[in-house]
């Protein structure tokens, strides 16, 4: 990572701001899924070795006017302070008098969650009334929030203009295993990309056709491409408004070095719902009145096979409705294939890491990135504001 990152600055003593990611799952008052609190714990343990105290921030879903209790970090204190097995405070703002009460009170070691930042409208207008109102709390700015880093806000990029910023540890293995895949891939460089619409992901696609040997096509993406051929869908979900640009995508591919390849049969159903009747059919003509959902099985195996045969594989989309049982069998498939790959694995996007953690594979994948909308971006080339503003090397 060409950017500076906690080991690169003094921190002993030192009062640290950290954008964490803690946008997590909730139910019933508790965290269902606190992979992404996990992913923090180095980073807050390496500051708590340095005798720091570390002030933590997070957003946490998309509160529309100002406080909701229903998203208030309340459950996610709980959930950290068993998983650093030490107390951690909890306030109820992100800033003012009371937050600058109970920073003064830390002694070193000592971990303090502020609320919520997306409770301050501010958050988001990358207001610089926040920022110094923030920027008193710290002497040092970590972002280890990869998967907020494409949004320009206060706590991603504001505070790094008027405090020193570096890097956390979460951070620096999202960049670099990202880099790695669009620098110096060990090749073949074998994506898979499925997902619903061609027009979030064209820019992928076509840095993909520029960078990989072989994309694999899956989801309702592929059925977009299918009708970009001519050919009959059927029922399916078709993203019209990328017909277009899938049509341009399969022109590039056959002049560009990435083969894009997309399935030879699909899994197809009159009804999307459990116990609805299946049929396997040739992805070339779905049945009128029918739809595609999942990969057909000659399609995962040959899937599977450039898995195997990979030196790296990128994946984020699904290939079907996986989170029906008769429609999860083509990203199971895909799953286990680039689990089994000797291949260096990165799988990125809220859906992939769903599948792999619904089939128990997410530990054998080499880096499963938070990064969802993040990550597509990185890939695509755009300057994300949480990074660009670290200080570099």
């Known amino acids: 990572m060409r950017k500076k990152t906690v080991r690169d600055i003094d921190l002993a003593n030192k009062r640290v701001l950290v954008r964490v990611d803690f946008n997590v799952p909730l139910k019933d008052g508790r965290v269902t899924d606190d992979s992404r609190i996990r992913a923090a714990i180095p980073t807050v343990q390496y500051l708590r070795e340095k005798d720091c105290r570390v002030i933590l921030m ?84 970590v972002n280890d929030a990869f998967s907020a880093a494409h949004r320009a806000h206060v706590t991603t990029a504001g505070l790094a203009t008027v405090l020193p910023a570096v890097a956390g540890f979460s951070m620096e293995k999202e960049v670099d295993a990202l880099e790695g895949i669009l620098a110096d891939p060990k090749r073949p460089l074998v994506v898979v990309l499925g997902g619903a619409k061609v027009t979030d992901k064209i820019k992928v696609i076509d840095r993909f056709l520029d960078l990989a040997d072989t994309v694999l096509v899956g989801g309702a993406m592929s059925t977009t491409f299918l009708k970009a051929k001519g050919l009959d869908t059927g029922a399916s979900k078709v993203d019209d408004e990328g017909l277009e640009m899938a049509a341009e995508a399969l022109k590039k591919a056959e002049a560009s070095r990435g083969r894009l ?57 699904p290939m ?43 530990d054998k994948i080499d880096h499963v990135s938070m990064g969802g909308g993040a990550s597509l971006e990185f890939i695509e080339g755009a300057e994300l504001p949480g990074v660009a503003t670290l200080a570099d090397k």
């Open 58 to 141: 997070s957003h946490l879903g998309r509160p529309k006017d100002g406080p909701d209790p229903a998203l208030s970090l309340d459950p996610v204190a709980m959930r950290l302070a068993e998983l650093l097995a030490i107390p951690v405070r909890k306030v109820d703002e992100l800033s003012g008098p009371g937050v600058e009460a109970a920073v003064a009170a830390m002694q070193p070691g000592d971990v303090l969650l502020l609320e919520n930042s997306r409770f301050d409208p501010r958050e988001k207008k990358n207001n610089p009334e926040l920022t110094r109102e923030l920027a008193r709390l710290g002497d040092v700015f």
């Open 261 to 317: 390849v997309l399935p030879e049969d699909v899994l197809v159903t009159e009804t999307v719902e459990e116990g609805a009747g299946t049929m396997v059919v040739d992805a070339a003509a779905i049945p009128a009145g029918w739809m595609a959902v999942d990969i057909g099985p000659e399609t995962a195996k040959a899937y599977a096979e450039y898995l195997a045969g990979a030196g790296t594989v990128f994946w984020n989309g």
């Open 320 to 362: 079907g409705i996986f989170e029906m049982a008769a429609f999860a069998a083509g990203t199971k498939a895909v799953a286990e294939a680039m689990a089994a790959s000797p291949a260096t694995t990165v799988a990125g996007g809220g859906d992939s890491v769903a599948a792999l953690n619904k089939f128990k594979l997410a």
